[in-house]
C-alpha cells in the first residue's frame, strides 16, 4: 500500500496550490480519502474527506470555502484545490484512507502518505 502526496511548495499569502495524492495497493475506488494537515509545533489536524464515489465531502471550518477536496478513480488520485492561502495554512498535508465514516478522526484511517510540505509566505 502507498500514498504519494505532492504539489506543495512556497506560496504568497492569496495564492493557490493543489494537491495530488497518488494510492496503489489498494481498492481506492472503495475507500473514503481525507486530508490532513500538521503545522510546526502542533497536533494533526483534520481538513477536508471526500467518500468513496466523489459525491459527499466535508471540510473543516478553517478551510471552507477556501478549499476543494475531489478524486478521479480511474487515476487512483485524491486532490486538494487550496485557493485564498494563508500564513496559518502552513503545514505538512497529509493524504489518507478509511472505511469509516468518522472523516474528521484521524483514528479512523488505516493508510497514510508521507506528506508534502506547504509554505504560505505573507
Request: proline share 1%; aromatic share 14%; charged share 20%.
Amino acid at each position: 500500500v502507498q500514498l504519494q502526496a505532492f504539489g506543495g511548495g512556497l506560496v504568497q499569502g492569496g495564492g493557490s496550490l493543489r494537491l495530488s495524492c497518488v494510492a496503489s495497493g489498494f481498492t481506492f475506488s472503495r475507500y473514503g480519502m481525507g486530508w490532513f494537515r500538521q503545522a510546526p509545533g502542533k497536533e494533526r489536524e483534520f481538513v477536508a474527506a471526500i467518500g468513496w464515489g466523489g459525491g459527499t465531502t466535508f471540510d473543516a471550518d478553517t478551510v471552507k470555502g477556501r478549499f476543494t477536496i475531489s478524486r478521479d478513480n480511474a487515476k487512483n488520485t485524491v486532490y486538494l484545490q487550496m485557493s485564498n492561502l494563508k500564513r496559518e495554512d502552513t503545514a505538512v498535508y497529509y493524504c489518507a484512507a478509511t472505511l469509516r465514516t468518522r472523516w474528521s478522526e484521524d483514528t479512523a484511517y488505516v493508510y497514510w502518505g508521507q506528506g508534502t510540505l506547504v509554505t504560505v509566505s505573507s
